[in-house]
């Protein structure tokens, strides 16, 4: 019975799919590309918008396009067009080899960052000029650190009188004091932002002093437009915080704000890649509208359809008859093992997708079986652990009403003792529990971990050196990461004699952090090594829970790193010391 409804359903399925294949693609070729030609023009359109904005924003910060290769190549895959942009007076750079095939081509458009078409890229520059053109404004490293420590000076002080104020910038790293609401005449901080140049009432700062780099620009401006006003007209132009050039004298006069943009557009020529035509082509096939299908064409399609279905026949009844058999092996092994033999295994010899179910059957049973040893050996290691301070405590307290002791502090004291033994190796087996689930909650920031390795290796007393560079920074949860270098920290003290040493280092390597625990203890031999991260694990069985832990600080350590995108490793040689390495990411280039 099995064997007839696995044949009927491969069958009937492949029939149907083979088709209904066939059906939807013929259906499906010709609703496609009649709607194709309605959303060509459209999607051109788009396209060479997109196009347009990208390149002049690159025009806007190169002086050249010799490296605009790789920005047509992303604009053609992202917009599946062929992009050619031809400098004038120079040879054209296309996005992809060889000449351009048949297709629909944009209208060319002009690539001018010092005069942008705004009815092409919908934006509203009155002057024509790119915001990002910053050219001989663009400040040095030193200026920008001058400026932006004299901000932030006074916007502490009028947050100190309860004055809304922020600091902005501009595209030449120019940065500016935002006044969210005005500064009274009167108020303690007047004096102080009006000595410095910024005036009060205002909410935004306008005329501002340049900087070398700023003059040294505007005084090109000024000696351009010198050619193009009236000798009595002040050629002089000034600056005001958010980087817009202006006439010393204002724009009353028409005049002067055309020889201002004209001198601009002199000035930052240089520093713009040259003008340039974009054009955007699409491939021929995409125009192709309103498909329909001739009797010869359904003829075809026909005989097509009665061939697959054949086809699609006899392959069902080749494939039913070799899918049954190791089908029928897995059953088999799935019934044992429901019954309790855990050497159940599914033994087929087919070599395609049914050899790969099978095998992902015996790795099941393969697994399972090493959970349920490992689930033995848990809660042997567990109860273990348990009993000692479990029997310390029951002792005591039998001892205690019977009246062979006195329950005085020093009792109540060991007995609490006891208890926290108890309470931290539950934590312990709480953290791997929810380690093991994937549901340890985890929040990751970005973390300081100067301060926060500092801090712990000084709970560590004064036999911890410490090698952290400043600024060291980590993207972890800062709980867990604290646990995990007390945890390491920990472990060393106790495996280190009273005339060791330890020491803590961390530096950045490359997209990640190391931060690395080194002792001059007993270290470990080569054959413990593998075992150093397992659970309830101790190099020296002699040693009690009292004096070797409870060997659950390294497995918390490892999995508590792993779960952070972490990962923790260890050297280590008999007689002289162990090195732990702790591997974080650091937080991504900003």
Excluded at 306 to 328: D, E, K, Q, S, W
């Amino acid at each position: 019975m099995a064997r007839a409804g696995l044949r009927v359903r491969l069958l009937a399925g492949t029939v149907l799919v083979a088709a209904g294949a066939v059906a939807a693609t013929a259906w499906l070729a010709v609703q496609g590309t009649t709607g194709s030609i309605a959303e060509q023009q459209d999607a051109m359109e788009r396209v060479s918008v997109q196009a347009y904005t990208t390149l002049v924003d690159y025009a806007a910060t190169h002086a050249d396009w010799h490296a605009v290769q790789p920005t047509l190549t992303q604009l053609s895959v992202y917009t599946g067009t062929r992009v050619v942009l031809t400098p004038v007076g120079g040879a054209s750079v296309s996005s992809s080899p060889g000449p351009a095939g048949p297709g629909a081509t944009a209208p060319p458009l002009q690539i001018d960052p010092l005069a942008v078409d705004n009815s092409v890229a919908g934006t509203r520059f009155p002057d024509g000029i790119a915001p990002a053109v910053v050219g001989p404004f663009q400040l040095t490293t030193q200026e920008h650190a001058d400026l932006e420590a004299r901000v932030e000076t006074d916007v502490k002080c009028l947050q100190d009188h309860r004055i809304a104020a922020t600091i902005a910038e501009v595209r030449s790293g120019r940065p500016y004091l935002r006044l969210t609401q005005p500064d009274e005449p009167s108020s303690p901080c007047a004096k102080v932002l009006g000595a410095a140049g910024w005036p009060v009432g205002y909410q935004d700062t306008t005329r501002v002093t340049p900087t070398p780099t700023e003059q040294a620009a505007l005084d090109r401006i000024t000696h351009a437009m010198k050619t193009c006003l009236p000798s009595a007209t002040d050629p002089t132009v000034v600056l005001d915080a958010r980087g817009e050039v202006r006439p010393a004298a204002g724009l009353q006069d028409p005049q002067l704000g055309k020889c201002l943009v004209d001198a601009r557009r002199q000035v930052l020529r240089p520093y713009v890649a040259p003008i340039a035509y974009l054009q955007v082509t699409t491939d021929e096939s995409d125009r192709r509208a309103g498909i329909g299908l001739s009797s010869d064409g359904l003829l075809r399609i026909a005989g097509v359809t009665a061939i697959v279905l054949v086809l699609t026949v006899g392959v069902a009844m080749l494939l039913a008859n070799r899918v049954i058999r190791p089908v029928r092996a897995l059953t088999a092994a799935t019934r044992r093992m429901r019954a309790g033999d855990g050497s159940a295994r599914a033994r087929v010899r087919a070599r395609w997708e049914i050899a790969e179910l099978a095998g992902a059957f015996n790795e099941m049973a393969e697994h399972a079986a090493r959970t349920e040893e490992q689930r033995r050996d848990l809660i042997s290691d567990v109860s273990h652990e348990l009993r000692t301070p479990l029997g310390t405590i029951r002792g005591w307290l039998v001892a205690t009403q019977d009246g062979v002791a006195e329950l005085d502090d020093e009792l109540v004291s060991s007995l609490l003792q006891e208890t926290s033994v108890l309470q931290h190796l539950v934590d312990d087996l709480r953290d791997l529990a929810l380690a093991d689930a994937g549901m340890l909650r985890l929040d990751r920031v970005e973390v300081n971990a100067t301060d926060l390795l500092r801090h712990v290796a000084a709970a560590h007393g004064d036999r911890v050196d410490t090698d952290v560079p400043d600024d060291l920074l980590v993207e972890a949860d800062p709980v867990r990461l604290h646990q995990i270098v007390g945890n390491l920290l920990g472990n060393a003290v106790r495996h280190t004699p009273p005339d060791g040493r330890i020491r803590l280092h961390g530096h950045r390597d490359g997209p990640d952090v190391l931060i690395t625990v080194t002792d001059t203890g007993t270290g470990i031999a080569p054959e413990d090594l593998p075992h150093v991260f397992d659970r309830f694990w101790r190099a020296d069985k002699s040693r009690t829970r009292r004096t070797g832990g409870s060997g659950l600080g390294l497995a918390i350590v490892r999995k508590l790193a792993e779960a952070q995108d972490g990962a923790v490793t260890v050297t280590s040689a008999l007689g002289e010391g162990s090195t732990f390495t702790l591997r974080m990411p650091a937080p991504a280039d900003r």
